[in-house]
């Protein structure tokens, strides 16, 4: 079973939810914890575990060989990202437009642009106890987050299916590193905030995973800071809310040092409870 | 006499929900008109609940392909398939099919299908708005197509539209809300941009990403300082991140205290500074000090 912990809106409490529930369920058996918000990950900073392996991710990205180019000009041609670029007597590669999708290279009748490995990121493996952790952090300065998000889910597939609970922590948003982090979920908890921005944005992230068809379901966090706007409209869309979370100054204090805080806070242990149940009603 | 050289302010923050928005609007509405505002959060704006704009010219965005198949031409043979690094195309009932949320629009299948049986075809990805609002401003803003790609160059694109606003009207601010993170959109936001100014919280994931958004600006060089947002939920990280400022010789803005009025005004569509509270003096405080750090880059 696998929960993707999503929002719009960026700081609702998604790594909150997703820390918590996940160090909560390990008390009982193997549980996955997947931080895929891979150009802010901040899981880590509230497991306290043994970090196992870290591998190196990379990008494949063409290099241009000028002893064998003809410049015919098909690579400039064929490139829909404008990444490979003939001015003049030279080939151009920008690296960050690339996509990695191999056609420049393959079509290139020199064979003059050969695939080489850059490095992207890196995905870490952290071990507590029950819990397994699998970070995955882009390098700063990259652009495209979606390439390491699939090669996450990828190793993840590899190593750790034996785990039969996977939570995964998504990047904030609608666009593609949503789309790419939520793609095997079989549940989608989103995490919102009873504000007007909170709103906004809890509506377009159930359009997208309307749109990717998933059973989802709300969680509002801080419920006691806004109105009611939210709860009316989830009532309206008939998206079910599974907990609401008050705002409380041990939790944000607790958060703001690395803390876990669901044994101080009784709701959190419950929401957690009717969390699980309807993910369980819903797969 | 010369016109003066026009600014490009874009506030940025890594962690999501530090008061980006918030923060921002209120600068808008301090700078009056002027400035010309860029919303580039595209794929969650929400400045638009703060300043009501009228949404009076809008334009589609069209960006990048996607790979049509046209049955009645298709052999069957799958090299579309085999050659797709996106596992966009898949066999499903006797046809290949493409996947319009995988396909990427490289149009590699569209080259190699014997029977040009592909034809890539343009995909709008959202829409960009010209706008008046109700502080008296101009604001572009935009809105990215539900799991739609391409956000840097929407970011692009709506920063363009200010620019040209701003060059053809004289004013000399554009004032730019970014995305959190530290990807496309956000490197595509701090193109051009004379001044960053960060949201951070007192948070060991506040300090944690604010670590990595500065080490991407430094790699564009660009002049920045920062705000502690709600600095009182944690002294001693707050004085943490203070230490971090000076350690990196980036400027310490303002701390501003966890004030409820925050979330009340923007239920009212409002911004902190339209009323009178320390709160507002701070903010207005702010305001001058970037204006300041313009002028002696200026000169």
Same mark, same amino acid.
């Not at chain 1, 990379?58 to 064998?68: G, Q, R, V």
């Not at chain 1, 071990?127 to 990828?154: C, F, K, M, N």
């Given at each position: ?16 939810? #997703? ?34 392996? =870290? ?36 080939? =151009? ?16 009748? #020199? ?44 190793? =993840? ?127 | ?60 965005? !069209? ?131 004379? !001044? ?7 948070? &060991? ?44 010789? &980036? ?6 205290? !966890? ?41």
């Amino acid at each position: 079973m696998k929960i993707a912990v999503a929002s719009g809106k960026g700081g609702t409490g998604k790594t909150l939810l #997703a820390t918590n529930l996940a160090v909560f369920l390990s008390r009982e058996q193997k549980i996955l914890l997947v931080d895929l918000d891979v150009e802010e990950p901040n899981d880590f900073l509230f497991i306290d575990g043994k970090t196992e392996n =870290v591998s190196v991710q990379y990008k494949m990205i063409p290099a241009w060989d000028e002893s064998k180019c003809t410049l015919c000009g098909i690579c400039s041609e064929t490139c829909q990202y404008h990444a490979v670029v003939q001015l003049g007597t030279v080939v =151009v590669v920008f690296n960050e437009l690339c996509h990695s999708c191999y056609a420049c290279s393959e079509l290139c009748p #020199a064979q003059a642009l050969p695939m080489q490995k850059h490095k992207m990121g890196e995905i870490k493996t952290i071990i507590s106890g029950h819990l397994t952790l699998v970070e995955s952090r882009l390098d700063v300065g990259v652009e495209q987050a979606v390439p390491l998000i699939r090669q996450t889910h990828a190793l =993840v597939d590899e190593n750790y299916s034996d785990i039969q609970i996977q939570i995964i922590d998504c990047p904030p948003g609608t666009s593609c590193p949503v789309v790419a982090a939520t793609k095997n979920a079989n549940y989608v908890l989103l995490v919102t905030e009873p504000t007007p921005f909170g709103l906004n944005d809890l509506k377009l992230a159930v359009e997208t995973i309307r749109k990717i068809n998933k059973p989802s379901g709300v969680v509002i966090n801080r419920f006691d800071i806004g109105n009611d706007a939210v709860e009316r409209y989830c009532e309206r869309e008939q998206i079910p809310i599974l907990a609401k979370i008050p705002f409380d100054r041990k939790i944000a204090e607790g958060y703001s040092n690395g803390e876990l805080v669901f044994d101080k806070i009784r709701q959190m242990t419950t929401s957690f409870g009717h969390i699980i149940n309807a993910v369980q009603d819903a797969c | 006499m010369p016109v003066r050289n026009m600014s490009e302010i874009v506030v940025l923050s890594g962690k999501g929900g530090t008061g980006k928005t918030s923060i921002t609007s209120s600068l808008a509405v301090l700078a009056g008109n002027k400035a010309v505002i860029g919303d580039c959060d595209v794929d969650a704006a929400n400045m638009y609940l703060l300043l009501e704009p009228d949404f009076g010219k809008t334009f589609e965005f !069209y960006s990048g392909g996607l790979a049509v198949i046209d049955h009645d031409l298709c052999s069957r043979c799958g090299k579309c398939a085999d050659v797709c690094r996106f596992n966009a195309i898949s066999y499903i009932n006797d046809q290949y099919r493409v996947n319009s949320l995988d396909c990427e629009g490289c149009a590699y299948c569209e080259k190699i299908c014997p029977t040009h049986a592909i034809i890539m075809q343009e995909r709008k990805s959202g829409c960009v708005y010209i706008s008046e609002t109700r502080i008296g401003s101009t604001m572009v803003h935009a809105r990215l197509d539900i799991a739609a790609e391409n956000s840097g160059k929407l970011v692009a694109r709506v920063k363009n539209e200010a620019r040209a606003i701003a060059a053809r009207e004289n004013k000399p601010y554009i004032i730019v809300d970014g995305s959190p993170g530290i990807g496309c959109p956000v490197i595509s936001s701090l193109a051009g941009a004379n !001044y960053v100014i960060l949201i951070t919280e007192p948070s &060991m994931s506040g300090l944690h990403d604010l670590r990595r958004i500065v080490t991407l600006i430094k790699k564009f060089r660009i002049s920045a300082g920062c705000i502690v947002n709600k600095y009182d939920l944690n002294e001693e990280k707050t004085s943490e991140i203070k230490q971090f400022l000076q350690g990196e010789q &980036m400027m310490h803005l303002a701390d501003l205290p !966890y004030d409820i009025h925050f979330t009340q005004m923007m239920i009212e569509g409002k911004t902190i500074v339209e009323f009178p509270s320390p709160l507002k003096y701070t903010l207005e405080n702010i305001w001058e000090k970037v204006k300041k750090q313009l002028d002696i880059k200026d000169q």
